[in-house]
């Protein structure tokens, strides 16, 4: 069986699993929750954090008020080399929730046990390792869509931060070259094996135009979401990703005006070509 490549829509909240009385809040704020197992959680909290997880999980499938729609809930995983990851996946298994985010991804080997087991994952390339096996990851069955880590990619090559120092009276600085290389990386490889590709969350809270600047840039490039760790960066990814009232009247008439002009016609001062009439049919499918 083909896996489903779908989400929910552009925003995807992180929320630690050890927190259950945030669960509902954040996928309230959010088009889909990251109930995050990995990083989010003390060691000391882990096994919490599954209990609280299957929790929620057997209300959903009751059906009760206010339980989460397990079409929206991503569960993220410890990486496979862990103690923690099948004791993880054991918790997942009493739940309803099927969508995996596997953390620190490096081979495609590691995703066979979650295809068996009739998961779709979300495969986080945040390692040198997994960046360089970034292909073969993509190319798995049971992946649906990749998700690039920027820190704790740095982190697994000894560098210090994945971002320059702010400059131009900028809030955020960007990305360092490596940090970029693995960006488009990963966005390539995804698109190339016909996957989701999801951008890397954005650290500075308080720095809202650098998040839009950086969404809208991902949305443009041919990301399908962008994932963030506070619900007040929800609104603004969604807002990014969505084509505005002037792209949506732009697209409305290029796509009329080709109905009447068989091959290549110059538009509105532009030439107009088959890639550029499936840019316009993606902005009115947003």
Not at 124 to 144: D, K, N, S, Y
Not at 174 to 187: H, Q, S
Not at 223 to 233: E, L, W
Request: charged share 25%; aromatic share 6%.
């Amino acid at each position: 069986m083909a896996v489903d490549l779908s989400l929910q829509g552009p925003a995807l909240l992180f929320c630690p699993a050890d927190r259950g009385d945030r669960y509902a809040k954040a996928l309230s704020a959010a088009d889909s929750v990251i109930l995050d197992l990995e990083d989010a959680v003390a060691p000391a909290d882990k096994a919490s954090a599954r209990e609280q997880l299957v929790a929620a999980g057997a209300a959903s499938a009751r059906g009760d008020e206010g339980a989460l729609d397990p079409a929206r809930v991503i569960v993220r995983v410890n990486p496979a080399d862990t103690i923690d990851h099948p004791l993880d996946l054991a918790a997942v298994a009493e739940t309803p929730y099927r969508t995996l985010m596997l953390a620190k991804a490096e081979s495609a080997t590691q995703l066979d046990a979650l295809q068996k087991a009739g998961y779709r994952v979300l495969a986080l390339c945040e390692t040198a390792a997994g960046i360089a096996r970034v292909a073969e990851i993509a190319a798995h069955p049971a992946v649906f869509a990749l998700m690039w880590g920027a820190e704790d990619l740095a982190a697994s090559m000894g560098g210090k931060s994945s971002r320059l120092d702010p400059a131009d009276g900028a809030q955020t600085g960007i990305y360092r070259d490596f940090a970029r290389f693995a960006r488009t990386r990963m966005l390539i490889e995804a698109k190339a094996a016909g996957k989701l590709a999801v951008d890397s969350v954005f650290v500075n809270i308080p720095d809202a135009d650098g998040l839009r600047a950086e969404a809208t840039d991902a949305s443009a490039s041919g990301f399908d979401a962008t994932a963030c760790i506070h619900p007040s960066q929800a609104a603004i990814l969604r807002s990014a990703y969505a084509a505005s009232p002037e792209e949506m009247a732009w697209a409305e008439r290029v796509l009329d005006e080709a109905t009447r002009q068989p091959g290549v016609f110059r538009f509105e001062g532009k030439m107009v070509d088959e890639p550029v009439l499936r840019q316009a049919r993606a902005m009115l499918s947003r």
